[in-house]
Nanobody
Framework: QVQLVESGGGLVQPGGSLRLSCTAS????????MRWYRQALGSQRELVAL???????NVADSVKGRFTISRDNAKNTVYLQMNSLKPEDTAVYLC???????????WGLGTQVTVSA
Protein backbone atom coordinates (compact mmCIF):
# COMPACT_ATOMS: atom_id res chain seq x y z
CA GLN A 1 0.00 0.00 0.00
CA VAL A 2 1.39 3.36 -1.05
CA GLN A 3 1.47 6.15 1.51
CA LEU A 4 2.67 9.72 1.32
CA VAL A 5 2.93 11.44 4.69
CA GLU A 6 3.56 15.16 4.93
CA SER A 7 4.93 16.90 8.00
CA GLY A 8 6.44 20.21 9.04
CA GLY A 9 3.49 22.53 8.69
CA GLY A 10 2.39 24.98 11.34
CA LEU A 11 1.86 28.61 12.26
CA VAL A 12 4.63 31.05 11.39
CA GLN A 13 4.96 34.82 11.31
CA PRO A 14 5.41 36.69 8.03
CA GLY A 15 9.03 36.54 6.99
CA GLY A 16 9.55 33.24 8.75
CA SER A 17 10.57 29.85 7.43
CA LEU A 18 9.26 26.32 7.45
CA ARG A 19 10.54 23.06 6.01
CA LEU A 20 7.98 20.57 4.83
CA SER A 21 8.76 16.89 4.39
CA CYS A 22 6.91 14.18 2.54
CA THR A 23 7.96 10.60 3.12
CA ALA A 24 6.77 7.90 0.77
CA SER A 25 6.37 4.18 1.33
CA UNK A 26 5.19 1.33 -0.85
CA UNK A 27 6.66 2.62 -4.08
CA UNK A 28 10.02 2.86 -5.84
CA UNK A 29 10.77 6.44 -4.90
CA UNK A 30 13.51 6.93 -7.47
CA UNK A 31 11.01 6.16 -10.24
CA UNK A 32 8.53 8.91 -9.44
CA UNK A 33 8.41 12.62 -10.04
CA MET A 34 7.45 14.49 -6.89
CA ARG A 35 5.34 17.61 -6.66
CA TRP A 36 4.19 19.96 -3.95
CA TYR A 37 0.78 21.52 -4.43
CA ARG A 38 -1.10 23.92 -2.21
CA GLN A 39 -4.74 24.76 -1.81
CA ALA A 40 -5.96 27.80 0.04
CA LEU A 41 -9.49 27.99 1.39
CA GLY A 42 -11.89 28.71 -1.46
CA SER A 43 -9.18 28.49 -4.09
CA GLN A 44 -8.10 25.98 -6.69
CA ARG A 45 -5.18 23.66 -6.09
CA GLU A 46 -1.94 25.24 -7.26
CA LEU A 47 1.30 23.53 -8.28
CA VAL A 48 4.11 24.96 -6.16
CA ALA A 49 7.16 22.95 -7.17
CA LEU A 50 8.25 19.85 -9.04
CA UNK A 51 11.35 17.71 -8.84
CA UNK A 52 11.67 14.92 -11.35
CA UNK A 53 13.16 11.51 -10.77
CA UNK A 54 16.27 12.82 -12.51
CA UNK A 55 16.48 15.90 -10.30
CA UNK A 56 15.14 18.53 -12.68
CA UNK A 57 13.31 21.28 -10.82
CA ASN A 58 10.49 23.67 -11.61
CA VAL A 59 9.13 26.23 -9.17
CA ALA A 60 6.04 28.41 -9.53
CA ASP A 61 6.68 32.07 -10.22
CA SER A 62 4.74 33.01 -7.09
CA VAL A 63 7.33 31.33 -4.86
CA LYS A 64 10.48 31.53 -6.96
CA GLY A 65 13.44 32.74 -4.94
CA ARG A 66 11.70 31.89 -1.67
CA PHE A 67 10.88 28.16 -1.89
CA THR A 68 13.27 25.32 -2.68
CA ILE A 69 12.36 21.73 -3.47
CA SER A 70 14.76 18.84 -2.95
CA ARG A 71 14.64 15.08 -2.58
CA ASP A 72 16.60 12.38 -0.78
CA ASN A 73 16.02 9.08 -2.55
CA ALA A 74 17.81 7.17 0.22
CA LYS A 75 15.17 8.42 2.66
CA ASN A 76 12.21 8.28 0.24
CA THR A 77 11.58 11.90 1.13
CA VAL A 78 10.94 15.14 -0.70
CA TYR A 79 11.36 18.49 1.01
CA LEU A 80 10.01 21.98 0.51
CA GLN A 81 12.07 24.68 2.17
CA MET A 82 9.94 27.80 2.47
CA ASN A 83 11.59 31.11 3.35
CA SER A 84 10.31 34.68 3.54
CA LEU A 85 6.80 33.40 4.04
CA LYS A 86 3.88 35.69 3.29
CA PRO A 87 0.25 35.55 4.46
CA GLU A 88 -0.75 34.57 0.93
CA ASP A 89 1.29 31.38 1.33
CA THR A 90 -1.31 30.17 3.83
CA ALA A 91 -2.74 26.90 2.51
CA VAL A 92 -2.83 23.16 2.88
CA TYR A 93 0.32 21.82 1.25
CA LEU A 94 -0.01 18.43 -0.44
CA CYS A 95 2.58 16.03 -1.70
CA UNK A 96 2.08 14.23 -5.02
CA UNK A 97 3.92 11.32 -6.58
CA UNK A 98 3.57 10.54 -10.27
CA UNK A 99 5.12 7.57 -12.05
CA UNK A 100 7.72 8.12 -14.73
CA UNK A 101 7.24 4.83 -16.58
CA UNK A 102 3.82 3.83 -15.27
CA UNK A 103 0.57 5.83 -15.13
CA UNK A 104 0.38 5.94 -11.34
CA UNK A 105 -0.36 8.88 -9.10
CA UNK A 106 -0.62 9.22 -5.35
CA TRP A 107 -1.47 12.03 -2.94
CA GLY A 108 -0.75 12.73 0.67
CA LEU A 109 -3.37 14.13 3.02
CA GLY A 110 -1.64 17.47 3.35
CA THR A 111 -0.18 19.67 6.05
CA GLN A 112 -1.52 23.08 7.03
CA VAL A 113 0.72 26.12 6.73
CA THR A 114 -0.58 29.34 8.25
CA VAL A 115 1.36 32.58 7.91
CA SER A 116 0.03 35.20 10.28
CA ALA A 117 1.20 37.79 12.76
Amino acid sequence: QVQLVESGGGLVQPGGSLRLSCTASGLIFSMVDMRWYRQALGSQRELVALITSGGDINVADSVKGRFTISRDNAKNTVYLQMNSLKPEDTAVYLCNARGVLRPIEYWGLGTQVTVSA
